[in-house]
């Protein structure tokens, strides 16, 4: 197979102004996006009142337009924004950073209008408003000292009023970047205007979960983060409604301070802070959500337990969370805080543990995840009666790892998965049911071998016979499994 061309500098440069140009030319007609990035060029070379000029008529464009983009133009429509972001960035930057930076804001402050003008539910015209921001925040180191101590205003006076979120997202990337005294100045002026729009809030009807004066509240606390301020951030931490806090993010920065007291009330104050989530391993076992998935909140409160001296406390706390969650995380941090040669004695605590757990899809989730497939197949062949095939999504990865050594325990899963989808007449997975009926026939021998004297163990060849007996009317999956 002949290799592509590559393209690069020297060999486009090779081809001659001439060749290039006509390259550029063709292209400049297929595509509008491309003409808009060879046209502000040309401009550039007047300077950056002309690059301006052809942004600014796009941006007023933008501005006043009012009409539904049609599904089948949203991608020329996507491509129309990122064209003028990156004339924005790279041709006005490089002329005049300042100016470039005003336009970026005023691009950015269209989404509004444009989210309800397109259906965005793929959010890639949301990603060119996100590369607009990261350009801006790119901008903001070039900027002269003047320029930078005036972004601030140039920020709100652009952003302010929106309730989008974009306004803390452009303080995000631009705070690091000022100067000292325009941080301070700037948290000022959004005390006053925290003040303000609470007090609107307060008077207002229906209360929106995210509004404006949270908005200033995010902004302040970037700027702390940004002076190094963190009494100030944590006082502004505290004013939030309790489930909004960020408990776990406040006692990790407390943490890294040293002031471990505060620290350890910050990460024990209740809050339902976060969505809650459900693995398949916890939808499996019937468990109820987590808002605390990967026991962070536990293992970072043992962290400060043991800077504050009371690591048997933390060790305690450690091994209660494995022993309830099963997590391996939690476990080998656990295990990072033994004294040397204790690990081995804890190992096997805590696989007894998991093996007579009665979460057994969390149990077989650790092992395989540790990994002990040796112990995972143990599990799998001592609750061979519990597996549910309707765990689609878990069963078939385990069993396929077990199968090359532990392969009665791949057939256990194996069969599990066959029979539910034909006992409900799963049709579309006729295809995946006959793969493993395919796999079962590969595991026969080791498997009906390492069953041994199992009483209740039905070989394959007596399995198969109950298949065609109990589905063999079922006429699209045996027609999959002659054709394999």
């Keep these: 197979m002949a290799r592509k061309p590559a393209l690069s500098i020297e060999a486009l440069t090779a081809l001659g102004a001439e060749k290039l140009a006509r390259l550029v030319l063709d292209e400049a007609e297929r595509s509008a996006a491309f003409r808009k990035l060879v046209s502000a060029a040309l401009a550039g070379q007047k300077g950056p009142d002309a690059i301006a000029r052809i942004v600014d008529r796009r941006l007023g464009a933008l501005e006043k337009a009012r009409g539904f983009i049609d599904w089948d133009k949203a991608r020329a429509f996507r491509d129309d924004l990122a064209a003028t972001v990156t004339v924005i960035a790279n041709e006005l930057g490089d002329a005049s950073p300042?100016?470039?930076?005003?336009?970026?804001?005023?691009?950015?402050?269209?989404?509004?209008?444009?989210?309800?003008?397109?259906?965005?539910?793929?959010?890639?015209?949301?990603?060119?408003?996100?590369?607009?921001?990261?350009?801006?925040?790119?901008?903001?180191?070039?900027?002269?000292?003047?320029?930078?101590?005036?972004?601030?205003?140039?920020?709100?006076?652009?952003?302010?009023?929106?309730?989008?979120?974009?306004?803390?997202?452009?303080?995000?990337?631009?705070?690091?970047?000022?100067?000292?005294?325009?941080?301070?100045?700037?948290?000022?002026?959004?005390?006053?205007?925290?003040?303000?729009?609470?007090?609107?809030?307060?008077?207002?009807?229906?209360?929106?979960?995210?509004?404006?004066?949270s908005q200033v509240r995010e902004i302040r606390q970037i700027i702390a983060d940004s002076l190094g301020d963190l009494d100030g951030l944590i006082a502004l931490e505290a004013k939030k409604h309790p489930n909004l806090q960020d408990t776990i993010g406040m006692a990790t920065r407390l943490l890294e301070a040293g002031r471990t007291k505060e620290a350890l009330d910050w990460i024990r104050r209740p809050t339902s802070r976060g969505l809650p989530y459900l693995s398949a391993e916890d939808l499996a076992d019937g468990l109820t959500p987590d808002t605390d998935p990967f026991s962070q909140r536990t293992g970072l409160e043992a962290k400060i337990l043991e800077a504050l001296g009371r690591?048997?406390?933390?060790?305690?706390?450690?091994?209660?969370?494995?022993?309830?969650?099963?997590?391996?995380?939690?476990?080998?941090?656990?295990?990072?805080?033994?004294?040397?040669?204790?690990?081995?004695?804890?190992?096997?605590?805590?696989?007894?543990?998991?093996?007579?757990?009665?979460?057994?899809?969390?149990?077989?989730a650790f092992l395989v995840e540790w990994p002990r497939l040796d112990l995972a197949a143990r599990l799998v062949v001592e609750r061979r009666g519990k597996w549910d095939g309707r765990q689609y999504y878990m069963l078939p990865p385990v069993a396929d790892a077990l199968a090359a050594d532990h392969p009665l325990a791949a057939t256990i899963l194996y069969r599990a998965l066959l029979d539910d989808i034909l006992a409900r007449a799963r049709s579309k997975a006729y295809p995946h049911a006959a793969r493993y009926l395919g796999k079962l026939d590969e595991l026969a021998a080791g498997a009906d071998a390492e069953a041994g004297m199992l009483k209740d163990w039905g070989r394959n060849g007596d399995y198969r016979v109950g298949l065609e007996k109990a589905h063999g009317r079922k006429s699209g999956f045996w027609s999959l499994v002659k054709s394999r």
């Design 98 to 213: 300042a100016m470039a930076f005003d336009r970026l804001l005023r691009f950015i402050a269209t989404h509004e209008s444009v989210f309800e003008r397109v259906d965005d539910s793929s959010g890639r015209i949301q990603d060119v408003y996100h590369q607009a921001i990261a350009a801006a925040g790119a901008l903001t180191p070039r900027l002269a000292q003047a320029d930078a101590t005036e972004l601030p205003a140039r920020v709100m006076a652009a952003l302010g009023n929106s309730s989008h979120g974009y306004v803390v997202e452009v303080a995000q990337v631009v705070a690091d970047h000022l100067p000292k005294e325009a941080l301070r100045t700037w948290d000022a002026d959004l005390a006053a205007r925290q003040r303000g729009e609470e007090a609107k809030d307060a008077k207002a009807a229906h209360r929106h979960f995210y509004s404006n004066a």
């Design 311 to 364: 690591k048997d406390v933390a060790q305690a706390l450690r091994w209660s969370a494995f022993e309830a969650t099963l997590h391996a995380g939690i476990l080998r941090e656990y295990l990072a805080a033994l004294p040397d040669f204790e690990d081995f004695a804890t190992l096997d605590r805590a696989f007894a543990h998991a093996l007579a757990s009665g979460h057994i899809y969390n149990a077989l």
